[in-house]
């Protein structure tokens, strides 16, 4: 079992940037891929970044890919999204998810084991 704990959302105004993290419970941390998603109000939850267990591997949604960067601590049992160039777009209920398929690059959220319970960014034009 692992519980994840996002923080880091706010408001923004459009251009300005933040740093998501995810924390994770549990010795097995680096086990998992990890990734993030989110969710706009009456859309459906949408992939945004996935990194594999070591951090060496990367996947991007095309409409961040550019401006967020995923990246992992597993001393620290912690995950971040940096979003840079945020645009009204971005303005979601962010979550991250642990995939038991460590070597990563899955995109659908059906093929994650566990969920944070989401962190809300809202960018201002």
């Known amino acids: 079992q692992v519980q994840l704990v996002e923080s880091g959302g706010g408001s923004v105004q459009a251009g300005g940037s933040l740093r998501l993290s995810c924390a994770a419970s549990?010795?097995?941390?680096?086990?998992?891929?990890m990734g993030w998603f989110r969710q706009a109000p009456g859309k459906e939850r949408e992939f945004v970044a996935t990194i594999n267990w070591s951090g060496g591997r990367t996947y991007y949604a095309d409409s961040v890919k550019g401006r967020f960067t995923i990246s992992r601590d597993n001393a620290k049992n912690t995950v971040y999204l940096q979003m840079n160039s945020l645009n009204p777009e971005d303005t979601a209920v962010y979550y991250c998810?642990?995939?038991?398929?460590?070597?990563?690059?899955?995109?659908?959220?059906?093929?994650?084991?566990?969920w944070g319970q989401g962190t809300q960014v809202t960018v201002s034009s």
């Open positions: 998810a642990a995939d038991r398929d460590r070597f990563g690059g899955n995109q659908n959220s059906y093929e994650y084991d566990y």
């Open positions: 549990g010795r097995t941390f680096s086990s998992y891929a």
